[in-house]
């Protein structure tokens, strides 16, 4: 708006300028003739006199160079002239101040030269002896003299441009300014032009209507955001192109991304199989869902469709964190099968030497070899389950007994001594190192993690090999380290020993008569005092294991 007002101002400024510029010239100009007219005349007539007075001699005394004085006959010889010499001069009775002044007694005309930069003015006056005297002067043309100043007009031209300029600029700021200064969301406050007042008391009415709408919205919208803020559900909802028009945090969260922009496409979300046929099916009008693998998650996604009248107006995306369902659901089959198979076997056992006892094939003096087998298996089966009864109860975080004060270096100190029987057997040396640590906590569970750990140590230890016990206080923690010079367990391995039932060596652990059970005891068992297991090991050189325990911790549901 501006730049129009400058404009229109601008030209309009320029125009009139130009056009009393000409106006000017052309009244100076005219102003110019009329007076060398009129100081003609008044020199015609003095020279008049003083011919009726000295004749021509009179006219020898007044010659100069800037009048041309001209004596002519009645019959248009010329008699006198200051310039030329009168014999060679034509008859002037032709022209047309003169024919003028024969006939009414003072004539005056005007002639260009060829090249129009000249003019001549002449003033032509009868005597009393009929003859005319006549006076000429040269004068420059309009167009000479504008040609003469152009420069300066070149100048003046330009300095009234920067004028106009100027002035446009202030004029057109001056005129904006204040309406470009009305408070939109006030405008009836706004001391402006009185032909506004009507279009900002309208705007004012309009802003008010706005306001009670945008207020309302937002209203809404935040109750809007409050519910899927505290979802854990992700929720996207799209309109009919596949374009985000809002979202919630939880989708952030399961897609693994920072932000989404609204009016952006869905598929630059995700661009997996999975999420586009189900965005599109649901777009086609079909309620679809689909199973993702995000960022090591498993998301449950509900595609449905929003109709208007009869048509897909959008989507709405509900996406479900289905990865800890899921794994529940395959520790369950897996702990299903582990068990079933795990029972098997020492079922299958006792089954097979009691059929062959009872079908007395089985030689009296072998009765007590054969009743010693079933035992042991017996004993296998019993310990296997009281190992899946601790999980079960460790897994609902449940305590066999009461927490208390428990002395650990005398809980390791009394484990070492049974487990050294099996040591020297296995021809492993124990080498336990203590101090006195007292821990909070569950003492059956830290006995059977302690001697989980031991009893692992000394099975899959090497002959001449050693078990190394660590137990010392670090700061507000426990810390346990049982390192041994055994087997060692490889990298791909490391973190799967706290699963049930996984064995590194399933035949060699069958062959020492473990149960598989026995670290994930130790992983709850820690879990549960709220603290943690970690390991190092290499295969052929043996594997440390440490446990770290705060020393008054807290154990849910004791």
């Not at 129009?4 to 009393?20: G, Q, Y």
């Not at 498993?298 to 107006?313: E, H, L, M, S």
């Amino acid at each position: 708006m501006t730049n129009r007002i400058f404009r229109a101002i601008f030209l309009v400024a320029t125009a009139v300028m130009l056009s009393v510029s000409v106006l000017i010239m052309g009244m100076m100009y005219r102003y110019s003739s009329v007076e060398m007219t009129e100081e003609l005349q008044r020199e015609a007539s003095y020279i008049a006199r003083g011919m009726e007075i000295d004749g021509m001699e009179y006219l020898e005394k007044v010659k100069n160079a800037d009048t041309r004085i001209t004596w002519i006959d009645a019959d248009g010889t010329v008699l006198y002239d200051s310039v030329a010499d009168p014999s060679e001069m034509e008859n002037h009775g032709d022209r047309e101040e003169v024919i003028e002044a024969m006939e009414e007694g003072a004539g005056e005309s005007q002639r260009n030269s060829s090249t129009l930069s000249k003019k001549t003015l002449y003033y032509a006056l009868q005597l009393e002896d009929g003859s005319v005297l006549r006076l000429a002067v040269e004068t420059m043309s309009i167009l000479a003299i504008f040609f003469t100043m152009t420069f300066p007009l070149v100048l003046i031209l330009a300095a009234m441009v920067g004028v106009s300029l100027f002035l446009a600029f202030q004029t057109a700021k001056n005129i904006t300014s204040p309406i470009n200064e009305i408070d939109l969301e006030h405008p009836d406050r706004a001391e402006v032009y009185e032909e506004l007042t009507p279009l900002l008391r309208r705007i004012a009415v309009q802003n008010r209507e706005i306001h009670r709408q945008m207020a309302e919205l937002k209203r809404r919208k935040e109750e809007f955001d409050t519910i899927t803020a505290n979802m854990q559900e992700g929720l996207l909802v799209l309109d009919g192109k596949g374009d985000v028009l809002s979202y919630n945090e939880g989708v952030l969260r399961l897609l693994g991304i920072d932000c989404v922009e609204e009016g952006k496409n869905v598929f630059s979300l995700n661009r997996s199989e999975a999420f586009r046929c189900g965005v599109e099916g649901a777009l086609a009008g079909e309620h679809r869902e689909e199973r993702l693998e995000l960022n090591g998650k498993i998301c449950q996604v509900y595609a449905n469709p929003v109709f208007r009248d009869g048509k897909t107006a959008g989507v709405i995306l509900i996406l479900f964190d289905a990865t800890e369902k899921e794994e529940r659901e395959r520790l369950r089959r897996e702990f299903t099968a582990n068990v079933s198979h795990e029972l098997k076997t020492p079922l299958t056992s006792i089954s097979g030497f009691a059929e062959i006892m009872k079908s007395g094939i089985v030689p009296p003096e072998d009765m007590g070899n054969f009743a010693g087998k079933i035992y042991d298996e017996a004993q296998r089966l019993i310990d296997m389950i009281q190992d899946i009864i601790k999980l079960s109860k460790l897994d609902e975080k449940e305590s066999l007994l009461e927490k208390e004060s428990v002395e650990m270096d005398a809980l390791v100190q009394e484990i070492c001594e049974r487990l050294q029987p099996q040591a020297e057997k296995q021809q492993v040396k124990l080498l336990v190192q203590t101090e006195p640590v007292q821990l909070f906590g569950v003492k059956q569970i830290l006995t059977e993690m302690v001697y989980n750990l031991c009893d692992n140590a000394i099975r899959y230890n090497k002959p001449n090999g050693e078990v190394r016990l660590i137990l010392k206080k670090e700061g507000e923690k426990l810390l346990l380290k049982v390192a041994d010079t055994g087997i060692g367990i490889a990298k791909e391995e490391q973190d799967r020993i706290f699963e049930r039932f996984y064995r590194v060596d399933a035949s060699r652990s069958a062959e020492n008569g473990g149960t598989g059970l026995g670290l994930s005891i130790v992983k709850h068992g820690a879990a549960l005092h709220g603290g943690d297991v970690s390991i190092e090991s290499e295969i052929g050189k043996g594997t440390t294991m440490r446990i770290c325990l705060p020393l008054e911790s807290k154990i849910e549901n004791c």
